[in-house]
C-alpha cells in the first residue's frame, strides 16, 4: 500500500490550495483515509477524515476545509480555503481500518504517505 501526497506550497493568508492523496494496493473506499498536519515543534494533529463516505472535519478547520474523494480515481482531496499562517505545516494523508471513535488518533493507521509542506504567509 502505497500514499502519495502532493499539492502542497507556498500561499498568502485567504489563500487556497488542494491537496491530493493518490492511494494504491488499497481502495479509498475500504475503512478510513484521513489528513493530519505537523506543525514545528508541534504534535500531529487531526484535520479531516472520510469513512464509508461521511466526512469528518477538526473543529479547527471546520467551514474552511472540506475533505472529499473520488473513487475511479482511488484519490482523496483536501480542499483548503481562508488559508491562515496557523495552518502551516506538513500534511500527511494516512489510511487504515479505524473505528469512529478513534478517527482523530494518528497510531490507528497504518499507511501514510510522504507528507507535503503548507506554507501561509501572513
Known amino acids: 500500500v502505497q500514499l502519495q501526497a502532493s499539492g502542497g506550497g507556498l500561499v498568502q493568508a485567504g489563500g487556497s490550495l488542494r491537496l491530493s492523496c493518490v492511494t494504491s494496493?488499497?481502495?479509498?473506499?475500504?475503512?478510513?483515509v484521513a489528513w493530519f498536519r505537523r506543525a514545528t515543534g508541534k504534535e500531529r494533529e487531526f484535520v479531516a477524515a472520510v469513512k464509508n463516505g461521511r466526512t469528518y472535519h477538526a473543529d479547527s478547520v471546520k467551514g474552511r476545509f472540506t475533505i472529499s474523494r473520488d473513487t475511479p480515481k482511488n484519490t482523496v482531496y483536501l480542499q483548503m480555503n481562508s488559508l491562515e499562517p496557523e495552518d502551516t505545516a506538513v500534511y500527511y494523508c494516512?489510511?487504515?481500518?479505524?473505528?469512529?471513535?478513534?478517527?482523530?488518533?494518528?497510531?490507528?493507521?497504518?499507511?501514510w504517505g510522504q507528507g507535503t509542506q503548507v506554507t501561509v504567509s501572513s
Open positions: 494516512a489510511a487504515g481500518n479505524v473505528i469512529h471513535s478513534t478517527l482523530g488518533v494518528p497510531t490507528q493507521y497504518a499507511y
Open positions: 494496493g488499497r481502495s479509498i473506499t475500504s475503512g478510513t
